[in-house]
């Protein structure tokens, strides 16, 4: 039970000091860190000033002042935009219009450590295809208008020229703050997959070691993107891209399997025995270990062949004896016999375990039979327009990604941080209806103009490419195309975008004028701007609070005096309430029913003294 005011200024970063100030707290002082005393808690292991010690790594112009810009508080919040989503009241999807560092900063406190999966396809650099600002302390319209990016109409005026001189470092820049916060959403068993070609993989691979470490980087899938062709080449045809994958925490990551295809089961489980009907076909793998396998002299023993032949393994076998004669007795084990008469041995992997779950398979580094010419295609049979979006990706080969990095039991949240046209919100909520799967999406896209009428900024064709798509399986469901189905499948979607903040932005003054100065501070008399809404600030309170947005929020009706609402979420055992009525009156407060850990947020001004003393000792007070 605590009383606290509210502001807007949480990044990742004060997380970080608290755990600091646990381990050191004779460091901190007025909230300020007293770095002598820091150096002398820290010991043998702060390496020393004069220290000739090189790190390896990649360094450019602007590295530091891109990590200073992740750490830095957003100066805006997220709001609703009811109408434009679909089943807006029981979706868990979200879609959020904002550039993405924002919101990157935004979902910090109440998704950090929640997502299993990013797959993100950012601009690849190749000379015209991107525009981020690199400056957050005012508006973003404000700064692109001013230095010359963004027309009065809002269309962008720049992209990033080869002929400039900071190429690489502009690019990195803008990938590396997003990559320190995407990292911090991540579980603790969450995995990162990131498109890139050859203009800037070699960099990417150097920065995610540094970010993510080099231990966590399980694998460089190569992309098969074309058939062929490739007459306009002038050396080599380019035949693919690659994707990045890196996990969280590799030593969590558990083994990795994907559903079987038909094709291999065809062509790998060709034989059947009498366990057919239960465990399908099986495939055969010898019993015999390999040379790279240890001495192990008690895997040395005779097996009897069919003919009551005593068959002995060369070197050792795989399995011990226990596990054997249990093979034998289940007739799991598979004798071949040569032509000069001899016994091999053979284990049988059927297609389904014993508890009739079928058997998954080992995925590939290389990805082959999913063009980029598919999802043009996937674009031309939803939009009719095959020019509506360059080169967005397949829907086929996200779904190979999320087969790799979620399981469709899991309820795991997926995040799109560069949403583009809307490949992966298609291939989840397609993998969803196939496999009855409950993953939940996390979309974002910058609103980006296109110069077209009917889709003035690429957000507006994401968002109609996800009512597509539902609409298209709702049908499919209708006609029982789709054999596998569930009552809970989420087909919908809530739309969000960045707005200014709700609350005031603090003005530096340094002048000596004392009207002026007066005047600063009655500006600031209340937090809040002029024409806040109660909903918007809402939205804002929870993202501070750590409640998510997929959070259930309930107006509570027994209230008469007061609006009050109830905001809960499975990420929490606590309750969030929320009054923003300029006077909460007596009768509401004896009348809410608060456990000792929820919290009451309201404005500080609609409280008496005796009120917040009341409340703060019985729940966790927040005032505003």
């Known amino acids: 039970m605590s009383y606290e005011r509210l502001h807007p200024t949480f990044t990742f970063d004060a997380d970080r ?312 007795a289940d007739k799991e084990l598979h004798f071949l016999r040569s032509r000069d008469g001899n016994w091999s041995v053979h284990t049988k992997q059927y297609l389904r375990e014993k508890d009739g779950e079928t058997r998954g398979s080992k995925a590939f580094s290389v990805i082959e039979s999913v063009y980029s010419q598919h999802g043009t295609n996937e674009l031309l049979d939803i939009f009719g327009d095959a020019q509506l979006f360059p080169f967005p990706k397949p829907t086929d080969l996200i779904k190979s990604l999320l087969q790799i990095g979620t399981h469709p039991r899991g309820k795991h949240i997926v995040v799109d941080m560069f949403a583009g046209s809307g490949t992966t919100a298609q291939a989840i909520l397609e993998a969803n209806a196939q496999d009855s799967g409950n993953r939940q999406m996390v979309l974002i896209q910058l609103d980006e103009v296109t110069g077209r009428t009917d889709y003035p900024t690429i957000p507006y064709i994401t968002r109609e490419r996800i009512r597509r798509t539902i609409e298209k399986i709702r049908n499919a469901r209708a006609g029982e195309l789709f054999t596998k189905q569930s009552d809970e499948l989420d087909l919908g979607f809530h739309s969000y975008r960045f707005a200014p903040s709700n609350y005031k932005v603090w003005q530096d003054y340094n002048g000596e004028d004392m009207r002026e100065v007066e005047q600063t501070f009655d500006m600031f008399e209340t937090p809040l701007i002029d024409g806040w809404q109660p909903a918007h600030l809402l939205i804002e309170v929870m993202l501070q609070l750590g409640f998510p947005l997929d959070s259930r929020i309930e107006s509570l009706p027994h209230f008469i005096a007061n609006a009050v609402q109830r905001v809960t979420s499975d990420f929490h055992a606590h309750s969030l309430y929320a009054c923003f009525d300029a006077t909460v009156s007596d009768e509401t407060i004896a009348a809410l029913s608060l456990g000792s850990e929820d919290i009451f947020v309201c404005l500080d001004s609609a409280l008496t003294d005796q009120t917040k003393a009341r409340l703060s000792d019985a729940c966790n007070l927040r005032t505003i």
């Open 17 to 328: 000091l608290e755990q600091l100030k646990a381990v050191a707290p004779e460091a901190f002082a007025d909230g300020a860190i007293n770095w002598e005393t820091l150096r002398a808690a820290l010991g043998d292991h702060l390496e020393d000033e004069g220290s000739d010690v090189e790190h390896f790594g990649l360094f450019w112009p602007g590295k530091r002042a891109a990590r200073r810009r992740a750490s830095e508080p957003s100066r805006g919040t997220l709001i609703p935009v009811p109408g434009e989503g679909v089943d807006e009241d029981t979706t868990r999807n979200l879609f959020i219009e904002a550039d993405n560092l924002d919101a990157l900063k935004l979902l910090q406190k109440s998704y950090a450590g929640r997502v299993k999966m990013i797959y993100i396809d950012p601009p690849y650099n190749t000379g015209n295809d991107f525009v981020y600002r690199d400056d957050f302390r005012e508006a973003p319209e404000d700064y692109l208008r001013r230095t010359g990016q963004m027309g009065q109409k809002g269309q962008f005026l720049t992209t990033n020229a080869k002929s400039d001189g900071r190429f690489h470092s502009t690019w990195l820049n803008m990938i590396y703050s997003r990559l320190l916060l995407a990292r911090t959403l991540l579980s603790e068993d969450g995995v990162i997959f990131i498109s890139i070609d050859d203009n800037e993989v070699h960099n990417l691979r150097q920065i995610m070691n540094e970010i993510f470490g080099e231990e966590n980087f399980v694998d460089c899938i190569i992309w098969k993107k074309r058939y062929g062709g490739g007459a306009k080449e002038k050396h080599l045809v380019t035949l693919h891209e690659y994707i990045l994958f890196y996990a969280r925490d590799v030593d969590n990551l558990e083994p990795i399997f994907i559903p079987t295809t038909q094709a291999s089961i065809e062509r790998y489980y060709t034989q059947t025995d009498d366990n057919h009907s239960t465990r399908g076909p099986y495939r055969t793998h010898p019993l015999e270990a390999t040379k790279s396998m240890g001495d192990r002299p008690n895997l040395v023993f005779s097996i009897t062949a069919p003919d009551g032949t005593e068959v002995w393994p060369r070197r050792q076998w795989l399995w011990s004896r226990e596990r054997v004669k249990a093979a034998l």
